[in-house]
């Protein structure tokens, strides 16, 4: 049985920037040529420092954005950046996918009851559903999300920041979706709260047989959460393939990087942390070659001259000329 | 693990299970509570509601008609001064009218202009500065521009304009005053929409499909409406004074109608010689604006979720 929800073929997403009045247009290319496939009940995580496009990425995936070129097909849904889709199909695409924010406080209404924020969804996408019945979803999505009854009536300013992130978790959930891309979904908690949010995720995971799309940039996050682990830089994809192959057998010098400046809580082990030299550079304008050259201590005269491409064939490939 | 999330719903709880029989407080007890923590603001809307009264009920508490001329008693001073009577308490004009009964009418006038200058410009106002917040591009620009054209001039001269284009009329004055005020309301607005609109909370409406039309005035509206508000209540007080200054130069209002800017300029002759022709209308203005503008504030603290604890 084929139960993959998102198919990305050569994904990409260009910014046209100008820069003042009579300034050059210039081309920003947050997102390039990112293929990847989600399997319901599966969590693919993406993972890079700001800046690599994992936002870019979510915004596509969740049609906030259109595609610049490439395909991707969700839910049995093509998109493509040529032709928009028809209002109908939106509709069709808008109850599969679903998007929960980083930041609790800025993702909810101040306006709005709970209620009303849950409600909203339905409201809008199924306008016949009664507003009795929308009242009972309502409330049974918070009591599946761990929230009180009563909590119905109130405004999201009264509650805490993990509270929140289950308030939009169950609004993201109100119409029934089968993929779910988490953009940081806890880099704004406690680390208590963290625990208790990824823990609610897991449990509706399995309850509801959820695709996750899991954006993070931390790397403990990912680990517990991640079946598949996508290593973004500079708006490339430069690792991917099952989270414990990536995580213990690094083949890209970044991935490698990024895994050694993940705290260990362990004091007698040996620091093996790999300094990168330099800054992310600007996308505007991306080095020559490999965009990681500058900061790669394994860089050749070869990798200043062109791009490494992913080899999608592989169970665990990898865009570098010298894997390690 | 369950220290911090938990730490403020606990409390919650135990005050939910004492109250819990009792019925949620409504929406406006809980927005009376806000706005009677401000005495000013109390204090403002009781005047305000007075004013309301008084001009709802002028026909009954007016002790004369607003334009019958007692000739017997030209300008006739108070009740409580010399040579005043208990039938004139305010005394009497030029002309002999009670100045009572033509300030007890000419709240009507001053709340008639107030409503209908704030409702028209407020309306538009937000309508247009929202349209240019969602357009952005061209549209926006030249809406501005528009507007900064608008705002180059003194706003009592434009209305001054405006009314010596239409003809001056009390009609005339109010829609010129709305004219001159709407600026303000598209400028505030734009700046508000164009505050919330990358809030995610904008974006997650987008992604579950909230039409264009829903957005605007469903999701960002609301989340604009307190500078709105008091921009509301101060122009309420604002059109009143413009209203009172055009018909002082005889643009607005015209004789005979008691509107209180009209009386002051028809008395300013009498200013050395009788002190209650234009003391009392100048009073009735100050009191009123002072009160509106006391209880515009006091909305804006009781209106905003973010001023309120939880």
């Known amino acids: 049985m084929d139960n993959t929800l998102i198919e990305a073929r050569g994904l990409s997403r260009h910014y046209d920037v100008s820069s003042g009045l009579f300034g050059k247009t210039a081309t920003v290319k947050a997102l390039s040529n990112a293929s990847f496939s989600l399997q319901a009940g599966r969590t693919l995580a993406v993972v890079g420092e700001s800046g690599c496009g994992k936002s870019t990425l979510a915004r596509v995936v969740t049609m906030i954005e259109q595609p610049s070129s490439g395909e991707l097909t969700l839910d049995g849904h093509h998109i493509r950046s040529d032709e928009p889709l028809t209002a109908a199909q939106q509709a069709d695409l808008r109850a599969s996918v679903q998007i929960v924010f980083q930041d609790p406080f800025g993702s909810l209404n101040p306006r709005q009851t709970i209620g009303r924020i849950l409600e909203e969804p339905v409201l809008i996408n199924r306008p016949q559903v009664s507003r009795a019945e929308r009242e009972q979803q309502a409330r049974e999505m918070l009591a599946m999300v761990g929230l009180r009854p009563e909590h119905y009536d109130r405004y999201p300013h009264m509650f805490s920041g993990g509270q929140r992130q289950r308030i939009a978790v169950a609004r993201a959930l109100m119409l029934d979706p089968r993929i779910l891309v988490l953009d940081e979904p806890v880099s704004a908690l406690d680390l208590s709260i963290q625990s208790q949010i990824l823990n609610l995720l897991v449990e509706l995971q399995e309850r509801l047989n959820l695709a996750y799309l899991f954006i993070s940039h931390d790397l403990s996050v990912v680990r517990h959460m991640a079946d598949d682990v996508m290593v973004m830089y500079l708006g490339r994809v430069v690792e991917k393939g099952a989270a414990s192959e990536v995580f213990d057998t690094p083949r890209h010098p970044y991935t490698r990087a990024l895994l050694s400046a993940t705290p260990v809580a362990d004091p007698t082990r040996e620091q093996t942390r790999i300094r990168l030299e330099g800054e992310l550079p600007s996308p505007l304008n991306p080095p020559a070659g490999c965009a990681f050259n500058p900061r790669c201590w394994k860089a050749e005269e070869r990798c200043r001259q062109s791009a490494p491409e992913l080899d999608t064939q592989e169970a665990h490939p990898v865009a570098c000329y010298f894997p390690l | ?310």
Not at chain 2, 60 to 72: D, G, K
Not at chain 2, 134 to 162: H, K, Q
Not at chain 2, 269 to 288: D, K, S, Y
Request: proline fraction near 5%; charge should be neutral.
């Open chain 2, 1 to 310: 693990m369950t220290v911090s999330d938990n730490s403020q719903a606990v409390p919650n709880s135990t005050a939910e299970a004492q109250s819990g029989a009792m019925a949620r407080p409504g929406r406006f007890r809980e927005f009376w509570s806000y706005f009677s923590e401000n005495t000013g603001a109390v204090v403002g809307l009781v005047i305000f509601l007075a004013f309301i009264l008084i001009a709802a009920f002028a026909d009954v508490l007016a002790p004369h008609s607003p334009t019958e001329q007692f000739r017997q008693a030209l300008l006739q001073p108070p009740v409580w001064q010399e040579g005043g009577t208990s039938e004139f308490l305010l005394g009497t004009d030029a002309i002999g009218r009670d100045l009572l009964s033509r300030l007890i009418h000419g709240a009507r006038y001053s709340f008639f202009i107030g409503i209908i200058v704030v409702v028209i410009a407020a309306g538009s106002g937000v309508f247009i500065g929202l349209v240019a917040g969602f357009a952005r591009g061209w549209v926006d620009t030249l809406i501005m521009r528009l507007m900064d054209i608008l705002l180059a001039f003194p706003s009592l001269l434009l209305a001054l304009v405006m009314v010596a284009i239409l003809g001056p009329s009390l009609i005339n004055a109010m829609i010129a005053i709305a004219i001159v005020l709407q600026p303000h309301y598209v400028r505030l607005t734009r700046a508000a929409v164009l505050q919330e609109l990358p809030k995610d909370y904008v974006t997650s409406a987008r992604v579950v499909g909230a039409s264009r039309l829903r957005l605007m005035f469903v999701t960002v509206l609301p989340n604009c409406l307190a500078p709105i508000i008091v921009q509301a209540a101060l122009s309420f007080s604002t059109a009143i004074l413009d209203a009172a200054a055009l018909g002082f130069l005889g643009l607005g209002a015209q004789p005979p109608t008691p509107e209180w800017g009209t009386m002051l300029a028809d008395s300013r002759e009498f200013v050395l010689r009788a002190w209650w022709v234009v003391t009392f209308p100048g009073l009735a203005i100050l009191i009123n604006v002072l009160a509106i503008n006391l209880m515009g504030d006091g909305l804006r603290d009781a209106l905003d979720p973010k001023l309120k604890r939880s």
